[in-house]
C-alpha cells in the first residue's frame, strides 16, 4: 500500500533527539503527571520506535503507559475494536499514532467524555517526531499561531488563492478560530500537533475553488499529490472534484464510494506554519502543517471547530503549497510567504530561513 509505503521508519534513528522529542510530547504538550494511565494506540505501520520511546517518557515521569497496537486500516475515523475502545475510554491521556485513526469516532467521542486527554499523531515517525516536535520552539510557534489567530478574528472576509488556480472566500461570522498544539491542560481536551491554527466561514459564504498540490488523506492511494487536483465548493459543499492526472480520479471515486453527503460538506479552513515541516511527505498530520500552507478538511466536523458540526462516513484532509491569504483584503501571505508585517517579525525572532 503507497501510504504505508512512504511513512515506514527512515534509516537514520536519531536516537537523542528522538528521545527529547518523546519527552517533551509527555511533559510539555500532554503533561502527564505521576499515577495517570497513558494509553497509546499504534497499528503494524506504525513506527515502533516512537510508541516505545512515548511510553518510556511516561514511564520516566511514573505514569502507567499501555501500549495497545492492532491491524492497519486504510480509512479514517472508523470504529476500533471493543478491547481498544475500553482501552481509550479508561485512559487520563491517550496518544494516537496509527495510520488509521479513530479521531471523530464514537470511541473518540467516548473516552473525551470520560475525560482522556488526547492527541491525534497519525502517521508519526521518528524524523517527524524529531523535526516537529523536538527541534521546534513551542513558544516562538504558539506565539505565531496567537498573532494569525488575532489576524484573522480582526477580520470577516477571508479570501485564498493561489498560482495554481485557488480562489476562495468565506465569511467567519462569530465563528472562532482556534489555535491547535496548545498543551492538553483540561480532561477530555483534543490537541494536535504544534503549527495550525483551525476553522470553518459560514457555510453559505464558502464559496469558489481549491487546487490541491500538496498531500491528501484518505483516500490511502494518494498521500504525496503528484498532479492537482481541484475542488469546486458552492455553499460549503463540494460539487465537483476534477483534475487532468489520475489522483483527481481516485479522488473522486472513493468520495463517491462512501455514498454520503456529509463528505462533500467543507469541514474546516487551517493554517499551518510548523518551522520544523518544510515538504510534503505523505503523513497527513505532517503535511497540514507545512510551513506557510494552507489545508482543508472534508466529511466529519467536531464541535470544537465552531458552528454547526455533523457526522460523515470519513474525513479527508487535503493541502496546497504557496498560497495567498488574505483577510478584509489585507495580505497575510502571498505565493507562500508571510507578508504582514506582525508575522515576518516573529519569523525572524524565530530565525526561520528567508526571513
Keep these: 500500500m503507497e501510504v504505508i509505503s512512504r511513512i515506514e521508519a527512515r534509516s537514520e534513528y536519531l536516537s537523542f533527539e528522538a528521545s527529547l522529542g518523546a519527552r517533551k510530547l ?39 503507559p499501555t501500549i495497545v497496537r492492532y491491524e492497519t486500516r486504510t480509512m479514517s475515523a472508523l470504529e476500533p475494536s471493543p478491547p481498544v475502545a475500553a482501552a481509550v475510554a479508561a485512559a487520563d491521556v491517550w496518544i494516537e499514532y496509527q ?17 482522556a486527554r488526547y492527541i491525534n499523531l497519525t502517521g508519526m515517525d521518528v524524523q517527524m517526531l524529531v523535526d516537529t516536535v523536538a527541534r521546534v520552539d513551542y513558544q516562538g510557534v504558539t506565539e505565531l499561531g496567537h498573532v ?32 491547535r498544539g496548545l498543551p492538553a491542560t483540561q480532561p477530555g481536551q483534543s490537541v494536535m500537533l504544534s503549527g495550525q491554527i483551525s476553522f470553518n466561514p459560514l457555510e453559505d459564504t464558502q464559496n469558489g475553488v481549491i487546487v490541491f498540490d500538496g498531500g491528501a488523506w484518505p483516500p490511502n492511494e494518494i498521500g504525496i499529490l503528484r498532479s492537482p487536483v481541484r475542488f469546486e465548493i458552492k455553499n460549503g459543499v463540494v460539487v465537483d472534484i476534477s483534475g487532468d492526472g489520475a489522483d483527481a480520479k481516485t479522488y473522486a471515486d472513493w468520495m463517491a464510494s462512501l455514498n454520503d453527503p456529509n463528505m462533500y460538506r467543507v469541514a474546516h479552513w487551517s493554517l499551518g506554519f510548523n518551522p520544523g515541516v518544510r515538504k510534503v511527505t505523505g503523513r497527513i498530520v505532517e503535511d497540514e502543517r507545512v510551513f506557510g500552507c494552507v489545508e482543508f478538511g472534508f466529511g466529519t466536523k467536531g464541535s470544537w471547530i465552531g458552528g454547526e458540526h455533523w457526522v460523515a462516513a470519513a474525513h479527508t484532509d487535503a493541502s496546497l503549497i504557496a498560497p495567498s491569504i488574505y483577510a478584509d483584503g489585507e495580505a497575510i501571505e502571498e505565493n507562500g510567504r508571510y507578508v504582514h508585517p506582525k508575522v515576518v517579525e516573529i519569523c525572524r525572532q524565530m530565525n526561520i530561513e528567508g526571513y
Design 148 to 179: 494569525l489567530v488575532g489576524l484573522l478574528e480582526q477580520a470577516q472576509d477571508i479570501r485564498i488563492t493561489s498560482a495554481g488556480g485557488t480562489d476562495i472566500s468565506g465569511r467567519r461570522g462569530d465563528r472562532p478560530i482556534n489555535l
Design 99 to 115: 495510520l488509521g485513526y479513530i479521531m471523530h469516532s464514537d470511541a473518540f467521542r467516548t473516552a473525551l467524555a470520560n475525560g
Design 26 to 64: 509527555i511533559e510539555e504538550v500532554m503533561l502527564v503527571r505521576k499515577g495517570e494511565s497513558v494509553v497509546i494506540t499504534a497499528d503494524t505501520s506504525s513506527d515502533q520506535r516512537v510508541v516505545e520511546l512515548t511510553a518510556a517518557a511516561a514511564y520516566a515521569v511514573g505514569a502507567y
